[in-house]
């Protein structure tokens, strides 16, 4: 990588998870055999929000859940403050300690939920097993706060999760993850099940709680609207491979790798004036999806597609000529 | 535009619609006084939140409601006969051949058990004296309408083989199979990417030309309506609080509610660090509220709105919204940004032309 200005800061920013070369197969050599990450390679800065977006199938939920090793990869490494976690046993103290550290946020506010737990209980599961409360009453005080903190209040605490609404529920999910005091949280859609209105709520949460406990985020969605708005960087996933990767406004005004363009212009944008503007692309695979070598090319400072070599130049130049305009018209706008 | 064509008889008219679910806890009021039209050829979005008795509606229009509802009032006007007051035997006859439904979730909507080109043809041959022969035919036909590449190789062909986008278009097949002069699509797109999104979405537009049908297009995504509709109608807490063209709805929104949902609608354009969010849950509908039922999260909530159920106040003939605020003596408010940038585009391109 160059090492000039613009690449400089880079030195700056902590690394808390390293995914190199990850690969994640299953049902391996029999015939159902699912090739679900096809070597992928990325960091999650500490401090920052990932936001990893994608079509159902593209990989983006096995990558948050090999991360956290609900899976072992099949290939590659997942390192989390520079520790291999592939190599952790369980039931050891690093796993246990790790397990603390890394905490996962649903999708489905209603399946996650036991629905046969108190809420103080589904919150403080985590504060137990990590023996992390000294009395019942320090227990009780814990989640009284973290109830206060995600937005409901301590009379909740004794009542069970059918009594609560989605987006309630979704509030349930992340005081939990919290409880164990996490320094990394990985948010599998976890908006998707609300209506527009409560969504913005609970982004609005994640946001606020993250500036308050200095988390890390990845954040996994199909919604890309949404996305932009909590993150820092944007991966995009396609067929189990990241195919570009920068600064969500770079994603959003500059997107270059075919797939992304295609995804882009097809978020229906809340205005009739553009949308009669605006027609979707579609994504010819066959192009850039040949059996070609292609790997993760910083094309413009931050900004990385994935590409084989000849590519790199075509690449560059759009990058260049997409940054002299100020304000580039949304992808897919016929100009007329 | 929606605006330019004649003033035409609606095709459908729905009147003064009150339903209430019967429960444990007491009757549910789902729909409170809902009353709208649907006019031929046209495309109508009902944007709402979850509860917000958009799915009701148009089951109310399928006869397709649960067996706790009660109609406590109302009609459904449809070609000078009150769907509610038929017979079992003529909702059968009317399901499916003139009135048609998607259904949102593709998944559960096809019988997993029988080959796609039986489903498909399947209205048909309930419908009319066809032949198998020629019902399957004419499946094909509609099948590869709908996109559905070698459509005759797949006849036989289970529901499991296909993607959830495929079998979003076998859906969408059913339904046109009988040139349904009304479309009823209850969220066909949110169980679905979007990039699929978007070609269901350009299928239904390019087969409501073909087949000249009105569609109810139900959605909570204003997105997804800025694309397809020609009117909406915006539904809180079991009531219609606006409606108007695409146009006046995005541009020149006069209800808060409206305001909110389009402000909490993340634009790619516009760049702010924090989203606005309407504060709070919708109300519960056992007892709802004595006034506007968006009074207690409505940041422009005025006394009246808590004691005195607002009328509908005509902005346009094609437009109108049911707050006080459009009151005469109401004091003005000073518009949240997002729907201040909206107004700047209402004034520039539509207000004059609405003169002319």
Redesign the interface.
Known sequence: MMADDKTSKKDDREILVKVEHLVQTFNKGKKDEVKAIQDISFNIYKGETLGLVGESGSGKTTTGRSIIRLYQPTGGDVLFEGQNIARLRNGSKAMLDFRRKVQMIFQDPYASLNPRMKVKDIIAEGIDIHHLAKSNADRDNRVNALLDEVGLNKDHATRYPHEFSGGQRQRIGIARALAVEPEFIIADEPISALDVSIQAQVVNLLKDIQDKQNLTYLFIAHDLSMVKYISDRIAVMHYGRLVELASADEVYNHPLHPYTQSLLSAIPIPDPEIERKRTPIPYDASKVEDERRRRMVEVYPDHFVFAATDEVAGYKAAAVKSHLVDHPPLVGTTTD | MATNKPAEEPILSVKDLKIDFRTFAGPVHAIRDVSFDLKKGETLAIVG??GSGKSVTVRSIMGLLANNAHIASGQIMFHDADILKKTKRQLNAMRGNDIAMIFQDPMTSLDPTMPIGKQVAEPLRLHTNISEKKALAEAVRVLKLVGIQDAQERLKDYPHQFS?GQRQRIVIAIAIINHPQILLADEPTTAL???????I??LLKEIQEKIDTSIIFIT????????IADRVAVMYAGKIIEYGT??EI??NAQHPYTW???E??????T?S???????G?PPDLLDPPKGDAFAPRNPFAMQIDLEQQPPFFQVSPTHAAATWLLYPGAPKVELPPEIKRRRQ?WET?FAGKEAE
Do not use: K
């Open positions: 939140e979850s959830g990417d979007v990039t699929i999104q978007a070609q979405i350009h909570h995504d204003l997105g997804v309506v800025a694309g695409v146009d995005f541009y909110g949902l389009l909490a609608m993340p634009t790619l354009e760049n660090d924090r989203l606005y969010a309407i504060p849950t585009i391109q």
